[in-house]
């Protein structure tokens, strides 16, 4: 257990008084060498060396700046967040997916965050509860009686129908919702070469870029036929389709169908991609850990006696919350935000050049052993009722500052909604020996797929 004391921070946060802020540079052949060979744990392996000060990668031409400690995360995304932008390479290949829209910056940002912000509110997301919650229910009643079952495909699969169900009404079906949501989960799947390799030119071919490309066909034939039908039609009506074509800019322009088309896949990427990743990690985090969960199933059987978890149970599933929130900690799907530095800046007494390409890790900051006593372990009670909370900007599993994710209300109130409901109904067991290790993509997906048994309970 950990401690119950609030923990304090790493004590350097900055150089020495009258110091040269130079930031250390890690080593060329041994960066490069430990990306290719295992990215992930090369990342960890420097975030613990370096406990929390700020890092210089190595990689040729290509040297990033790494920042963990809170301090300097928060100055990066909320304090100063108009220097840091997402102009970085390691960004553009989002972009081919999420456009121009909630993926850019200034005015077009803007303007896309200010017309969907709306339908992320809190009042908004509650008033979605029961929605949200038939749609859960109606989803885990179809997952596969036999057979091991592919828990990530089944979390996409229930994340993307809840949130379409939620957002775009009777628009889009089942069998499409399932074609969007597994296209997306794909695309960004199919972005770790260019992530890790963000110095290629988009011109050189890298593995996974076919897949990408299919993908995003997929993610367009879906969209642009219902924003065509929502115009031919003159839609009236609240789905999302039909708000972003009735928006005017400020000149009093109507968006374009690409511009509605962006808007449409940002929002559905901020309210699915991330949920349907973390929940494939709650169920490897409850296998390696017994005593959770059957903690968590208990507080499930004893609250929801009927078939699935409805908006009444919420408030009751407190250790579910936790287990979420740990989740969160542990296996953050975005687990790491480039932004390119527009001008000079000095963060914790450390100067960074203008044009520089900064890097936040959320991956790295939750396991901040100052921070996150044991910060490996899996320990759902750091989030109980008589803890601490987390220092500010220690815990990021949805960014920080004004590109804060627009979901994070609703993932929170379907991720216990759809754990209840598969509770209710089975025990979960995953199959296969070989552990379940994470692979760096743009979120943070497990490195195979996560095979399970589900036995009714």
Known sequence: MVSEVRPTPPARVGPAAGATPAVPTTGLAGTLAGL????LRTFADIGARYDGQPVRLHLGLFRPYLFTHPAHVGHILAGNPGNYQRGSMLWQ???????????????????????????????HVAAL????????????????????????????????????????????????????????AVAFASLGARMLLPFVPSTVPLPGDRAFARAVRTVD??????????????????DVVSLLC???????????????????????????????????WLWVALHADPAAAGRLTDEV?????????????????????????????????????PRTAVAADTIGG????????????????????????????????????????PRPFSYLPFGAGPHQCLGRRLFTLEA??????????????????????????????????????????
């Open 36 to 39: 290719v060979r295992a990215p």
């Open 93 to 123: 290949p989002v972009t081919e997916l999420i456009g121009h829209g909630l993926g850019a910056e200034g005015e077009p940002w803007a303007t896309s965050r200010a017309l969907l912000t709306p339908l992320f509110t809190g009042r």
């Open 129 to 184: 509860t029961g929605t949200v919650a038939a749609t859960v229910a109606q989803a885990v009643a179809e997952l596969p009686a036999t057979g091991p079952v592919d828990l990530g495909a089944a979390m996409t699969r229930i994340v993307s129908r809840t949130v379409i169900r939620s957002f775009f009404g009777d628009r889009i079906g089942s069998a499409d919702a399932d074609r969007l949501g597994t296209a997306i």
């Open 221 to 238: 034939s879906v969209i642009y036929p219902l924003i065509a039908d929502s115009r031919a039609a003159g839609d009236t009506g609240t």
């Open 246 to 280: 009735r928006a005017r800019d400020a000149a009093g322009a109507a968006r374009t169908d690409r511009q509605v088309r962006d808007d449409v896949v940002a929002m559905f990427v901020a309210g699915s991609e991330t949920g349907a990743v973390a929940l494939t």
């Open 301 to 337: 059987r004893a609250l929801v006696t009927g078939p699935a978890a409805e908006p009444g149970h919420l408030a009751g599933l407190r250790y579910t919350g936790m287990v979420v929130k740990e989740t969160l900690r542990l296996y953050p799907s975005g687990w790491i935000i």
């Open 350 to 389: 450390y100067r960074v050049p203008a044009g520089a390409t900064v890097l936040v890790s959320p991956y790295l900051t939750h396991r901040l052993p100052a921070l996150w006593p044991q910060p490996t372990r899996f320990d759902p009670d750091r989030f109980g009722p008589d803890r601490a909370a």
């Open 416 to 457: 216990k909604l759809i754990v209840a409901s598969v509770l209710r109904r089975y025990d979960v067991h995953l199959t296969g020996d070989r552990p379940i290790t994470p692979s760096a993509s743009v979120t943070l997906r497990p490195g195979r797929p996560v095979l399970a048994r589900l036995v009714p309970a």
